[in-house]
């Protein structure tokens, strides 16, 4: 708790139980930064000038939230609601389209950072959508993260690695490695960029 730049209060009475109350400020970085600087905790990807280091724990936005966006491509709209939901705690933006159209349609309107894209689409199979934006300059260097709950052949997988950036099959804690492999993608487009 002291870490997080918060503390504990505790009301008790013999017989009749306790009451234990946790304080944490809505925004902990500073007393974060303050520990690591004295070497009481070890944060894995710190950088070392301070600027940079707020930058990673707060996001580049100030809002605790990575900037940057994203474009979710499933054919499945619940899908996406949800993923959306669950990718918006910690990305600032989440853009959806439910076929290869209406993907297209939001790259031509909207720059994003990263496309989460679906194998099966009602107008396009994954793969063909890859490889037409691999094969436009402007998105040539644009990651793309595969999220498909299909099981892939090992020469459909073989393939894919050299189209893709990832590859993630979607299963009960698949979200999890999603939003790593996304937060990653972003943390250096901000660093870069």
């Given at each position: 708790?002291?870490?997080?730049?918060?503390?504990?209060?505790?009301?008790?009475?013999?017989?009749e139980g306790s009451t234990f109350t946790l304080f944490v400020p809505l925004?902990?970085?500073?007393?974060?930064?303050?520990?690591?600087?004295?070497?009481?905790?070890?944060?894995?990807?710190?950088?070392?000038?301070?600027?940079?280091?707020?930058?990673?724990?707060?996001?580049?936005n100030g809002s605790g939230k990575i900037e940057g966006t994203v474009l979710l491509v499933d054919d499945n709209m619940n899908h996406n609601l949800a993923?959306?939901?669950?990718?918006?705690?910690?990305i600032?933006?989440?853009?959806?389209?439910?076929?290869?159209?209406e993907a297209y349609k939001v790259l031509e309107e909207q720059s994003v950072n990263c496309i989460i894209l679906d194998m099966y689409l009602p107008?396009?199979?994954?793969?063909?959508?890859?490889?037409?934006?691999?094969?436009q300059e402007k998105y040539r260097q644009l990651p793309i993260i595969i999220y498909s709950g299909k099981n892939l052949s090992?020469?459909?997988?073989?393939?894919?690695?050299?189209?893709?950036?990832?590859?993630?099959?979607?299963?009960?804690?698949?979200?999890?490695?999603?939003l790593s492999k996304i937060t990653g993608i972003l943390h250096k487009a901000n660093y870069e960029g």
């Open positions: 708790v002291r870490i997080l730049g918060g503390k504990i209060s505790l009301q008790s009475q013999e017989g925004d902990s970085s500073p007393a974060i930064i303050r520990h690591a600087r004295e070497g009481k905790i070890k944060l894995s990807t710190a950088p070392s000038p301070k600027a940079e280091l707020q930058k990673e724990i707060k996001g580049a993923l959306k939901e669950y990718l918006e705690f910690k600032s933006t989440c853009l959806t389209a439910q076929s290869a159209k107008d396009a199979d994954g793969k063909e959508v890859v490889r037409k934006l691999k094969k090992q020469d459909e997988e073989d393939e894919l690695e050299t189209l893709a950036d990832a590859i993630i099959q979607k299963n009960v804690l698949s979200y999890k490695t999603l």
